[in-house]
C-alpha cells in the first residue's frame, strides 16, 4: 500500500482530468477519499494479527502495554509520512508534466499539514479495528470524513470537530474547496490565521486519543 494508493490517485487522476486539473482533482481525492481509507487499512493490519490471537503473545511479553500501543502508533505514522512522500514526489512530478497549478511551497505545506492533522486518526483507527474489525473502521471512519467535508465551514463548536480540520486547512493552503472546486478569491476561506489554531487542535486530539486508546489497550491485561 505504501506505493500503491498514491500511484493508484496520480494515474486516475491523470487519465480522468490530466492537465491543469491535475494536481487540484489528485490532491482532493487524496485527503477526502483515498487516504483516509487507506489509513484506516493499514491500522487495521497492524492490529489484525495480535487481536485474532486475542493479545496472547503480547500479554506474554514483560513490556507495558502501552508501549506496546505506542509502537504500532508510531509504525503507523511512519508508514503515513512514507506515503504523503511518494503522493508529494507523485505530484510534483505530475506537475512538471502537465504544468502546476499549485505552488512547490504550498504543495510541500500542505502535504505536511495532511501528515498533522491525519495523526488523531491512528489511535482511532487502531481502537476501532482492535474492537470491531477491519470493515468496521473503514465504515465508521470514512463515515467520520464524509460528515467532516459536509460541515467543514459552518463555525462554531465544528471548527474543534477533528475531522474537519484537513478540509479548512486545505483552502489556504491548496485553494482547494473539499468538494474540488477552488476557492474563491474573496472567499474567508482563504485567511491564514486559523492555520496554528487549527494543528494545535488536531494535535490535542492526537495526544487525547492516543492516551485514551493506550489506557483500554492496556486493560488487556486483566482478561
Request: hydrophobic share 55%; net charge positive; glycine share 10%.
Amino acid at each position: 500500500m505504501l506505493w500503491l494508493a498514491p500511484v493508484f490517485t496520480l494515474l486516475l487522476c491523470a487519465f480522468l482530468m490530466g492537465g491543469r486539473f491535475f494536481q487540484s482533482g489528485a490532491y482532493n481525492w487524496w485527503y477526502t477519499m483515498l487516504l483516509p481509507g487507506a489509513l484506516t487499512l493499514a491500522c487495521s493490519l497492524a492490529v489484525q494479527k495480535d487481536a485474532r490471537m486475542k493479545y496472547r503473545g503480547i500479554l506474554a511479553l514483560p513490556v507495558d502495554l502501552r508501549m506496546i500501543w505506542a509502537g504500532k502508533t508510531a509504525a503507523c505514522a511512519g508508514w503515513l509520512l512514507c506515503i504523503l512522500s511518494v503522493f508529494f514526489l507523485g505530484i510534483t512530478a505530475g506537475g512538471m508534466l502537465f504544468g502546476g497549478t499549485i505552488p512547490l511551497q504550498n504543495s510541500m505545506a500542505g502535504s505536511l499539514l495532511i501528515f498533522i492533522t491525519f495523526l488523531w486518526q491512528i489511535p482511532l483507527c487502531l481502537f476501532l479495528a482492535s474492537r470491531f474489525g477491519l470493515f468496521a473502521a473503514v465504515l465508521l471512519n470514512m463515515f467520520g470524513n464524509v460528515l467532516g467535508v459536509v460541515t467543514f465551514d459552518i463555525g462554531g463548536l465544528w471548527d474543534f470537530m477533528p475531522y474537519t480540520l484537513t478540509f479548512r486547512l486545505m483552502c489556504p493552503v491548496l485553494f482547494i474547496l473539499p468538494n474540488g472546486l477552488p476557492v474563491p478569491a474573496d472567499s474567508p476561506l482563504r485567511d491564514t490565521g486559523n492555520i496554528l489554531a487549527d494543528v494545535l487542535v488536531s494535535l490535542a486530539w492526537f495526544g487525547l486519543l492516543f492516551f485514551l486508546t493506550a489506557h483500554k489497550f492496556r486493560r488487556q491485561e486483566a482478561k
